[in-house]
């Protein structure tokens, strides 16, 4: 099935260049121009994967960012002129996936999505083979692999994709350490990349979960393990 990618951007001209270079590589794209006329379109549409531009006239990328968040977990890459570190963490934190600085090459961003899609083409092939009805339980914790939902006390968690994968990554390896670098090999796709970029996942993923229920631990200067609960 073809993939849907909704383009965010406030500059026509980059809009034209993404959508042109999408299309051309196999992708539907849909654009929009402002934030508010991209929550209609998530309204109206199944989309796959999102690029978000930061600013924008009417509501801002980061606001944008927020209100998919509430009701949307399809991947969110920031492409933004905002190219500090603190842009990057910020955008990360409130629930992007990624994020890329302007200007920015078209084959790269390219190679990020495709290299998203064969990652969660994979990882749902795998776990559909090592679970049939896609669930993975650990009371009161339940992950279903093949709709990418968790629900905690029978409560929907708002997880991103990145974030659901990293969660399932190491509730399937249970009491193993998962080095930072490993996760993000295994989740971005990349042996090379901003490791904070996982701190950050992981620091959400607690965030969500709550205080009560510590199921991941820092093993301090190595990664995180899952400890299931007894």
């Known amino acids: 099935m073809q993939k849907k990618i909704l383009v965010i951007d406030d500059d026509k001209d980059i809009v034209k260049l993404i959508t042109k270079s999408l299309s051309y590589e196999g992708f539907e794209t849909i654009s929009a121009y402002s934030g508010k006329e991209a929550l209609c379109v998530l309204k109206e549409n199944n989309i796959d994967f999102i690029i978000l ?23 969110i890459l920031f ?13 990360l934190e409130i629930g992007a996936d990624d994020y890329m600085t302007k200007p920015f090459s078209i084959q790269e961003l390219n190679s990020r999505i495709r290299a998203n899609f064969r990652k969660v083409d994979r990882l749902f092939k795998e ?19 093949k709709t990418f939902e968790a629900f905690l006390n029978n409560k ?48 959400n993923i607690r ?17 995180y393990k899952y400890k299931e609960r007894e």
């Open 53 to 75: 531009d930061i600013m924008m006239p009417d509501m801002d990328g980061l606001d944008v960012c927020r209100s998919i968040r509430k009701s949307y977990n399809a991947p």
């Open 127 to 145: 776990w559909n083979e090592l679970s049939p009805n896609g669930e993975k339980i650990d009371s009161p914790l339940i992950l279903n692999d």
């Open 156 to 203: 929907k968690l708002n997880l991103s994709t990145k974030e659901f994968q990293i969660l399932s990554m190491l509730m399937h390896n249970p009491n193993n350490v998962l080095t930072r670098e490993r996760i993000y090999e295994y989740v971005w796709g990349d042996e090379y990349g901003e490791l904070n970029t996982v701190t950050v996942h992981i620091k």
């Open 207 to 223: 965030k969500k979960l709550g205080p009560e229920y510590d199921f991941i631990k820092t093993i301090w200067g190595i990664g």
């Open 79 to 91: 492409l933004s002129a905002r190219d500090k570190d603190i842009d990057k963490i910020v955008g």
